[in-house]
């Protein structure tokens, strides 16, 4: 008996303490950077688009929101011909950019994208491009990757050795 | 039976399997790279290693490698033997010391067999920290692309493309850590089967061309089972779409038909289904001669009930491409009487004759499996590298079946393939081939003939001759020809499985009965003769089966002027008679609707164009050459206006109030009247379940469950997702919903299963490896040999070819791409396919000084043809070849008599 | 001013009073419990978010009205009325000032108990119609738990009469003046907010609603303007109790300085913010629990509190 009044002695006395709401949109809230918000697409170090249309992003999503088709440019780079998210669907898991071993994917820390058509949530590659590499500087998938591309023959990637000469007979 | 013990426990096992055939076979998971179910052990990756023990007092065990060891009664062994689980780990990361990083952007990842044994091994960390080695790619054609560095040396590729296909120009270069697998230059690779790399590479080098410029993850196809349409064998398999488009074609396993490989043409002839001769829309043509318009279904739908109103002559005619439900549809639209199967007349004589060899006479028809399993075969007249290629690679396969014998005898497992091929050498089993110009398996024979085609009628009916000399004989033969008949029926007669193989390859009647006598004569003595007829179209049995009269009689009802109006279905008559005499059948037949997928030529003169579906848009029955009837199931819902052939055919009964359209809600309905209307096609019924099969209340889901980008696909559209359309033909869905496990066969939409995401995953759906599907093969035999005491042999021998002075017999020659209507539609076949020539031998042209390339003037049946000479030495005198079908050449009945150059008339002998 | 249009005013000036209050509860209880809960509550609609009240009530009745196709028709219509109906007929024995009231009936606290047994009906009626499961445990748990709390609610309020010798409620104040009730009745008062809350079925006594076991319980099919009558009922009951609470126990209209008026509406205010902390502050007890404190403890208390103001009536010679 006692006890429930203590409670709810407790409880009003917190009539005095400090909110801790915060007035969005007076007042900005702190947003970490790692925060999962409006996604975007990056470019590598270099200016290139980053996505390599690997799909492995669409079949992580939970809710299958993104949709792609791979092409290929004339420098021999995978590209997304289109690359599509619909936001409307997506719940911020951040499944997407884990599952991106080109790091082109990321969540950013924006997430004022309210709209009052469910329509003008669908975003194309041209609203999700960004020109620089986001939250991860330096990396340029093709520098990795056995795929030779215009600009970088077999052998040129990272630890790589130049290529075998088949008609070599060196043992 | 042998019991083997897996981790002490005892398992029942078929006698004469190495122990990883026996361990997949009982649905363990051992991982292997270098053992292929049909090209069977080397032992060359490693991989596959297990425990064995001595005995069961044995605890320490030696390290063995599965494929290598003979499930032989009693053997004990541990497959989750830790020593044996950190060997096989061990030998992936040895694997994997060079692999480069390229999953990404690799074609086979989501699919690739070495990913899922990278992850069973639970190889995930590289601590290799030196460089890798890098190739240098090559240019292998429009079908198979190349990329080196991801090999991990299992010799698979060499030893399907070499040892299995009979290929040539690929092979291993190099030495040490630098082995090479490849061409000796870069260039279009030579075989017929290139395409089976692409799923016999366990990795990314070898992969699929015609899917990368459209690339799509196995995991975002929407497959559905499928027959392929190029040719006449039926092989199973599984087109995947997206997004509207079909994305590619891969093996759909069957141990009666195409097992695990499938040809070029079958597997890149897909395209066609994408291509910009697709008919997109309803067209109405005006007026003759004009451009056609496009108008609404409700319009054509009116203007076509006014055309088709009560008492008009109203004629259909049917095709070997178009399924049998179409088929069916059109003749109950326009009655059995009015019905014409649109084959050609000699075409249409030729099936009709096979079909009752088959029905009729002792001699059972071969499945591909079959073929493989003869071990004594005779060709007559049948290329069939070009015209049935799988036929080509089954009887690569047959040869061995003599040798092999021999190994039994010298107890070499069948599945030590080194040891095996080593000991065989070159030997190998008897295979004649007559035909008129050289093919692409003569290497393999032990015998070969070339003549005209009555001269190998000739030689067929010497055969059957010697095999039972009650048959006429054959005067006149030269000695050689008389030996070479002699041979032919002694290793034919000493043969535990003949195989006759033919087909309407030469359009010869004779050919196919002294095929039939041969048979026939070896099935009397009492040998399990078989008989193989290859046959121009993908449904041409089933066709016979439906019945109804050629072309020809069509065109001689119109002339007669008894005809108002025709409906043509799937089918382009420029293809099968002659242009003028067709010509002739438009200026008749004031109306002519057409329904077809592509624009042809005969839709260029129609009057209502109506847009059907491709194989891959529609469901439907196909009967081939074996007599199996198949189902193939639509894969997607076309755009557009198109729709299923036998759908716009029941539009047109419904808009001409026929009652019959009534009844028909569903493919099943159509089965079902057609069954009952054509009693031969009884068991059609009994091919699959019908569209209301569920497994546990769902349907098969066409998509597979890790299908990507559901609500985001058309979303910029219309953001709210539309109900997944419904299937009221077959028990599939169009969307991922649907129960997700084992099917009956014929329903198995694509090979997956939980740790198996490549091709390889089918080994979880076979009763055992290489046996039937669980729940057997699919497809239904419809032609059993009659049980005939007497077979009625065929007693007219044709008499010899005899040289003429100032003319030349012109046979059909024909070309694995380009003679086939659909498949060179597609870029990548195009790309190969020749242009039209005419093949002479060039003794005949010597001392005219003709060179190959030169453009020599052929006059045919009246018309002059302009066309390049190809020297072809291996023709017999007097017989010139033109190929068939090759895009820009025209229909000629064939073979006929021409003359070449006439003006310089001496050049022909 | 004739006598009809006076009385006329005090009725509907009543029923204005009541009725806005019962409407901004709405958001005065939305804020509150914020406020205890470290956060703001509506506060962007209007001055403080007040005209969230409005906001809130437009669209409760833009809702669509909807009577599920398996519901009694007209009893689901009648049930909701029922409640709304029996606590406003109780404020009409409410004196608000000295002489200010509906009706001055000298049975007042009868005509109260009684009413607010009416409001049982409206509950048990509606849980009964909605012809759902949950629905139906919902009008069963209030048809027990209103009934059983009635009993000692008549009880523990009779000790008020005993001490005031009237059922009027005027004359109950009146007789405050002196010392207000709560002193002397101090047990009566304890059973009386307690079943109070009980028959009000607000937390933590709100067990036929228990949206975590019943879904909502009675009213889990109500929507619309129909829901907005059992919102606005409750919010009712909540006044009424407090203020009778301000009337029996603390002196109603009684206090310096300020008029009468004013007081009654400061006190009832107090109380019914009291009611919004139980809320904010307390669980739900189990239903069991529930009907064992009353029984057990309640009864008891009620009957030790009457007999015992009996005995010292008695022994004063009152
Ligand atoms: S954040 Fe999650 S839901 Fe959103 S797109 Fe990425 S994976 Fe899909
Ligand atoms: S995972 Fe990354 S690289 Fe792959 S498709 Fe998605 S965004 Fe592109
Ligand atoms: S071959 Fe397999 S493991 Fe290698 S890069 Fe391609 S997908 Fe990855
Ligand atoms: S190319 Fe493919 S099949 Fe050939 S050895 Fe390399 S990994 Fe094996
Ligand atoms: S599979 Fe056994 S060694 Fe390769």
Redesign the pocket.
Known sequence: MLSLLKTMWTVFLHLFRRKITVSYPEEKPYVPPRWRGRII?SCDPDGGER????????VACPVDCIA?QAAEDEHGRRY?EFFRINFSRCIFCGF?EE????Y??QLTTDFEMGEYKRQNLVYEKEDLLISGPGKYPGYNFYRTAGLSIEGKDKGEAENELPPVDVRGIMP | MATIFIDNKPYEVKEGQDLLQACLSLGFNVPYFCWHPAMHSVGACRQCAVKQYKDEADTRGKIVMSCMTPAADGTRISIDDPEAKAFRKGVIEWLMLNHPHDC?VCDEGGECHLQDMTVMTGHSYRRYRFKKRTYRNQYLGPFVNHEMDRCIQCYRCVRFYRDYAGGRDLNVFASHDHVYFGRHEDGILQSEFSGNLVEVCPTGVFTDKTLKKHYTRKWDLQTAPSVCVHCSLGCNTIPGERYGKLRRVSDRYNSEVNGYFLCDRGRFGYEFVNSGRRIPQVLVRPERNVDAIPVSREEVLEHISGVLHFGARVIGIGSPRASLEANFALRSLVGPENYYSGMSEKEHALISSIIKILEKGPARSASLNDVMKSDAVFVLGEDVLNTAPMLGLALRQSVRQRPMEAERRLKIPDWHDAAVRAAMQSERGPLFIATPAGTGIDDIAAGTFRGAPDDIARLGFAVAHELNNELPEVTGLSSKVHGLAKRIADELRNAGRPLIVSGTGCLSEAVIHAAANIAWALCEKGRKAQLCFAMPECNSVGLGFIGGSSIGMALKAADEGRVDAAIVLENDLYRRVDAAQLDRFFDKVKNVIVIDHVFTKTSAKADVILPAGSFAETTGTVINNEGRAQRFYQVFIPGLDIQESRQWLRDMMAASHIPLAGQWKTLDDITAAMTEAIPSLKQVREIAPGATYRETGMRVPRQPHRYSGRTAMFSHFLVHEPKPPEDTDAPFSFSMEGYEGRHPSPLIPRFWSPGWNSVQAVNKFQREINGPLRGGDTGKRLIEPGDIERPAYFTVVPAAFNVHDNEILVVPLYHIFGSEELSVISPGVAELSSKPYLALNPRGLKGTGTKEGEEIKLILNGRTYNLPVKFMSDLPDGVAGLPFGLPGSQWVELPAWGRVNPENADIVQ | MNDVTGHLIIIFGVLFAFMTIAGGLIWVERRLLAMWQDRYGPNRVGPFGLFQVIADMVKIFAKEDWIPPFADKPVFVLAPVIIVLSALMSFTVLPLAPGVGVVDLNIGLLFFLAMSSLGVYSITLAGWASGSKYSLLGGLRAAAQMLSYEVFMGLSLMGVVMMAGSFNLGDIVEAQKGMWFCIPQFLGLAVFIISGVAETHRLPFDLPEAESELVAGFHAEYSGIKFGMFFVGEYLGITLISALIATLFFGGWLGPVFPPIVWFFIKTAVFICGFILLRASLPRPRYDQLMALGWKVMLPLSLANLMVTAAVLLATGK
């Open positions: 697409l996505c390599v249309a690997c799909y492995l992003c669409a792609l997304p997407c599952a991106c071993p080109a082109a994917i | 990404p």
